[in-house]
Nanobody, 122 residues
Framework: QVQLVESGGGLVQPGGSLRLSCEVS????????MGWYRQAPGKQRELVAA???????NYADSVKGRFTISRDNAKNTVYLQMNSLLPEDTAVFYC????????????????WGQGTQVTVSS
């Protein structure tokens, strides 16, 4: 069984910083793409940032220059460093990962974390 466990959310003032972490654990062969999504009240879930196993990254326009995604492949962990946070960044942030659970798989399975609340408010 594969689990994604997120940590690092909380309450921060506008202009502040937070660092989210997400560890993939369980019966894993390898982890391909890892990413962060967010969902604000009344809005659809949206991609924030993603990173491949080789380190290629992709960001939503709204977070470019403020957020940085990174990963530690040895720990199957992805991070999201969030700087210059704005009230509109308030949302539940979800970790997402494409996981191969065995060496014979050709298509990864996608898993989600439980979500962590990020609130930006003075």
């Amino acid at each position: 069984q594969v689990q994604l466990v997120e940590s690092g959310g909380g309450l921060v003032q506008p202009g502040g910083s937070l660092r989210l972490s997400c560890e993939v654990s369980g019966s894993i062969f390898s982890v391909n793409v890892m990413g962060w999504y967010r969902q604000a009240p009344g809005k659809q879930r949206e991609l924030v940032a993603a990173i491949t196993s080789g380190g290629s990254t992709n960001y939503a326009d709204s977070v470019k220059g403020r957020f940085t995604i990174s990963r530690d492949n040895a720990k199957n962990t992805v991070y999201l460093q969030m700087n210059s946070l704005l009230p509109e960044d308030t949302a539940v942030f979800y970790c997402n990962a494409a996981v191969y659970v065995s060496s014979i798989e050709t298509i990864p399975q996608w898993y989600w974390g439980q979500g962590t609340q990020v609130t930006v408010s003075s």
